[in-house]
């Protein structure tokens, strides 16, 4: 095809936060797919905090991207080539593309790509609200968190990708959510534009003291997506029998000096609570039912999605630090390549 692709490749692990250092920008030619393979331009890469873990050595979820690898990203792209007979070219797919403008996807990992359709939602909506940050808020208040009507449900990284999510998805359902962001803009956002009952600034208040005037019955669900303080605050104001759902904890995934546990644990004691972590993946069998159900709120007015577009693939190593800054507003994600 006599294209040239270009890659962020894992250089080094990071100590606190990456830098630009961390990853070799390299530049190689595209090979035409081979039987089963599928050759995908990168339309949108998609920025996440678990990508941060990903860089570090030892055991998780996933394997540890190795040193000299393509960094693991999600993305939209488009298909140019195909050697697999699932795949056509100029069919939209999201789905593993890599830190790269070009991705040879094998056999294997091509079951791993879906099929979707521009012409129903723009293509970063399906990187965001009906890709993996929304199915994690699905997923994790629905059914880890077992959010049900009447319940009051806390949403920490409320404005953030998966916690906006998570918020609507709560009220949806008949729940009250409080949201905790950082600074006016996004707490008066959640508030007026997503309908969240109230927000708490953490960066200007006191989260433990607002919790309880939120929360004046306790909490019955905390989505967590940030740890560390927070969480700490949270579980103090828990409800009998409440769930406190692990979903992330971005405040500690550039900590040099370790990670800090709850220090309220015993709160799920004196209240019969419950907090369980969970991973998005352990869903994959019913990520189209809830795509489904997600598609069909959005197009009744329900469900409002909010990307944070960044222009340009050589920004990744500073546009992922925008995560770890609060500098996003939705779902981050950079745009590679026109369609
Ligand atoms: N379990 C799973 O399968 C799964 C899947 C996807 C994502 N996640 C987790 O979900 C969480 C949200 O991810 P996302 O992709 O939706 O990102 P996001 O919320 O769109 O962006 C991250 C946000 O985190 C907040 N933040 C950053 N540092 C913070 C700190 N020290 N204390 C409090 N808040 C801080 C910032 O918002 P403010 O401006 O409000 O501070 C920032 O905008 C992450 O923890 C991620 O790892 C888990």
Request: glycine share 14%.
């Amino acid at each position: 095809m006599n294209l040239t692709n270009h890659q962020f490749r894992l250089a080094a692990r990071p100590v606190g936060l990456p830098k630009r250092s961390d990853w070799n920008y390299v530049e190689e030619p595209v090979r035409d797919p081979g039987p089963g393979e599928v050759l995908v331009k990168t339309l949108y890469l998609s920025l996440d905090p678990a990508m941060r873990g990903w860089m570090n050595e030892g055991r998780s979820y996933i394997a540890p991207v190795g040193i000299g690898e393509v960094m693991r990203a999600g993305g939209a792209g488009k298909v140019i080539a195909s050697g697999n007979p699932g795949f056509a070219v100029g069919d939209h797919v999201t789905g593993v593309l890599g830190a790269q403008e070009y991705a040879l996807i094998g056999a294997e990992a091509a079951r791993g790509l879906t099929k979707v359709d521009p012409k129903l939602a723009p293509l970063p909506v399906y990187v965001g609200a009906l890709g993996i940050t929304g199915l994690t808020a699905y997923f994790g208040l629905l059914e880890v968190g077992q959010a049900k009507a009447g319940d009051t449900v806390v949403v920490s990284g409320a404005a953030g990708a998966t916690g906006m999510m998570a918020g609507q998805i709560a009220k949806i359902k008949g729940c009250r959510a409080v949201g905790i962001a950082g600074g006016p803009e996004k707490c008066n956002y959640i508030v007026k534009e997503l309908g969240f009952d109230a927000a708490i600034d953490y960066k200007s208040e006191k989260v433990i003291e607002n919790l309880r005037q939120h929360c004046p019955q306790g909490v019955n669900v905390y989505f967590d997506n940030v740890g560390g303080d927070i969480l700490d605050a949270a579980l103090a104001n828990l409800a009998r029998g409440a769930r406190v759902v692990i979903c992330g904890a971005i405040s500690q995934y550039n900590s040099t000096t370790g990670i800090k546990g709850p220090s309220n644990y015993l709160s799920l004691l004196v209240n019969s609570a419950r907090m369980e972590g969970f991973v998005v993946f352990n869903y994959m069998a019913r990520y189209g039912e809830a795509a489904r159900e997600m598609a069909g709120w959005m197009m009744a007015g329900k469900l409002k999605s909010r990307e944070d577009i960044v222009e340009g693939f050589q920004t990744f190593p500073d546009t992922l630090l925008k995560l770890f800054r609060g500098e996003n507003f939705g779902k981050l994600m950079i745009k590679v390549a026109d369609a």
